[in-house]
């Protein structure tokens, strides 16, 4: 059963720092992965999705790196500002067949200004 | 492009009530999820549906939970009756193309409270 599991559950980061968000996956059996935003409140809104073939991906601030072998996904978010502040979630989608994507618990993120 | 609608946004019914909640996912999209999402937990499948055709409900609380497609378009999930731990958000997404993740598009939810 494919688990995934986010580190930290939470953080703290004055305005301008750089950041790194983790996730690890157990199966490394996926077709790819994707990293979501969520604001209070809200639903999900997908910010980058990586191929299982692929490295990385990278959208403005924002680059997610992906070790499909080792099972982990970075998800780098620089010169953070206090609008980037929400959960940040990790899933994937298994490579065999008509799966569902998978969810990690989150990070949620706080960036103070 | 119109997005995901969801509704109500917000819902609080006492426990053994029961409860529905509707989506209408963006025109064209034939995949249609419906996810719990607990307080501090990521979402949780419930029921994957292509067209107006159940893929997946493994997951579904079907003693107690039942969802439906009409036409493939517009879906209802209900809960009848309710539990405390049914408390959570319920989430609907959309995509064209199933099972791959690609162009997901999720809804603001329907927060339920059961009290």
């Known amino acids: 059963k494919q688990e995934v599991t986010q580190i930290p559950a939470a953080l703290s980061v004055p305005e301008g720092e750089n950041l790194v968000l983790n996730c690890s996956f157990t199966d490394s059996a996926i077709y790819n992965l994707q990293w979501f935003r969520q604001d209070p409140g809200k639903g999900l809104t997908s910010l980058l999705l990586?191929?299982?073939?692929?490295r990385e991906q990278t959208s403005g601030r924002l680059n997610a790196s992906l070790d499909k072998s080792s099972g982990r996904s970075t998800l780098y978010i620089a010169a953070s500002q206090p609008g980037d502040s929400a959960t940040y979630l990790c899933a994937v989608n298994l490579d065999s067949g008509n799966t569902p994507l998978v969810f990690g618990k989150g990070t949620r993120l706080s960036v103070i200004a | 492009e119109a997005g995901v609608a969801q509704s109500p946004r917000y819902k609080i019914i006492e426990k053994r009530q029961s409860v529905a909640f509707w989506c209408n996912p963006i025109?064209?999209?034939?995949?249609l999820y419906w996810y719990q999402q607990i307080l501090g937990q990521g979402p949780k499948l419930l029921i994957q549906f292509q067209n107006n055709g159940v893929v997946d409900d493994s997951q579904l609380p079907k003693d107690r939970f039942s969802a439906e497609r009409l036409k493939g378009v517009d879906s209802t999930l209900k809960i009848q009756p309710a539990k405390l731990e049914d408390s959570a958000v319920y989430l609907c997404?959309?995509?064209?193309?199933w099972g791959r993740g690609y162009g997901y598009t999720f809804g603001s939810g329907t927060r339920l409270t059961v009290v």
């Open positions: 025109s064209g999209h034939a995949t």
């Open positions: 997404a959309s995509s064209l193309d």
């Open positions: 990586i191929q299982s073939s692929q």
